[in-house]
């Protein structure tokens, strides 16, 4: 039998995820930029490897906000299946960002530990409490949006408010013991914990370059929601990629009783696109069997 295939394109109208993803560029930008200067002044390694973060969090969210509006885009004739993978395009080259500068702050802290020198400690202290502001202004403006991205990125917010939270503790103690180790280690361990999660990241947005199956484990669960349809006699060519990490793709050969009319076609096509709506998937190809046809390409 033919091939059956649904796909749906939601309105495209303003999403207010687009505006809060702005504003926190903004201000992560201008934060960085005065995290740097000030690091160098009161001379925390801990502040100038978080001014480092922020840079590549600014990156990241100017790219995600470009990326947001471009992978919008309907499909052409050359991007057939519209634009959606700018954005994981966009996370590959943000993570690697990332790698990079946690690779070379590791480095320094590594340095300043060997030859350690006391920060200001004062100087740490307001910055700190700078840092818990900011960032918490950008967490809480982003925090319970309906958008996959904004959720991200509301979650990066949430790492930078609690890095702030560790540099504040530091300082304070720094206020009343001298210990010039503290700050580099407390640097290292920030930037090593970036490096695990810039790793995690890359590899994340990688898989759906690989088009590695996004449901994992969940295959099986897929079959047995297609199988539970009445019509339904054996499912085969089970297929499913992603196309930006959120939204999937499925493509499946289904064996049906008998032949279907039009109206029964179109039911079966109604019914397998509610089964996988918990699923993501937002693309389905089906290629319709008979229980009597032999398939030339079953596995």
């Known amino acids: 039998m033919g091939h059956h295939h649904h796909h749906h394109h939601g309105p495209h109208h303003y999403n207010p995820a687009t505006g809060n993803i702005r504003f926190a560029f ?5 934060f960085a930029l005065l995290e740097l200067i000030g690091g160098f002044f009161v001379n ?19 790219l995600t906000y470009f990326l947001q509006r471009k ?7 050359n991007y057939t299946y519209g634009y959606k993978r700018y954005s994981v395009a966009g996370a590959l080259l943000t993570s690697l960002i990332l790698l990079a500068g946690a690779g070379f702050v590791i480095t320094e802290a ?33 925090k319970g949006g309906g958008n996959l991205n904004q959720r991200a990125v509301s979650l990066h917010m949430l790492e930078d408010l609690l890095g702030w939270l560790a540099v504040l503790v530091a300082s304070i103690v720094l206020l009343f013991f001298e210990l010039p180790w503290l700050d580099p280690l407390l640097s290292l361990a920030i930037s090593v914990y970036m490096l695990l999660h810039a790793v995690k990241s890359a590899w994340a947005a990688l898989k759906v370059f690989l088009q590695a199956n996004p449901l994992s484990n969940r295959l099986e669960e897929v079959k047995g929601k297609l199988l539970a349809l ?24 289904v ?30 190809t089906l290629e319709l ?6 398939c030339a390409h079953r596995v």
Request: aromatic content about 6%; overall charge negative.
């Open 255 to 284: 064996v049906v009783s008998e032949a279907q009319k039009p109206a029964a076609v179109a039911a079966l096509k109604s019914g397998i696109r509610n089964a996988l709506k918990p699923f993501a998937i937002t693309d389905v």
């Open 289 to 294: 069997e008979l229980e009597a046809e032999r």
């Open 110 to 142: 590594a340095q300043r530990l060997l030859q350690p020198t006391m920060p200001e400690p004062l100087g740490m202290l307001l910055f700190a409490v700078l840092g818990i502001l900011v960032n918490g202004e950008a967490f809480f403006r982003l």
């Open 26 to 30: 903004f201000l992560n930008l201008g």
């Open 230 to 253: 009445d019509t339904v006699r054996d499912v085969h060519q089970l297929r499913v990629w992603s196309l930006d990490g959120e939204h999937h793709v499925l493509s499946a050969h």
């Open 71 to 77: 992978s919008g885009q309907e499909g052409n004739e």
């Open 44 to 62: 925390s390694m801990a502040i100038m490897s978080d001014a480092l973060h922020d840079f590549g969090d600014a990156f990241a969210l100017g």
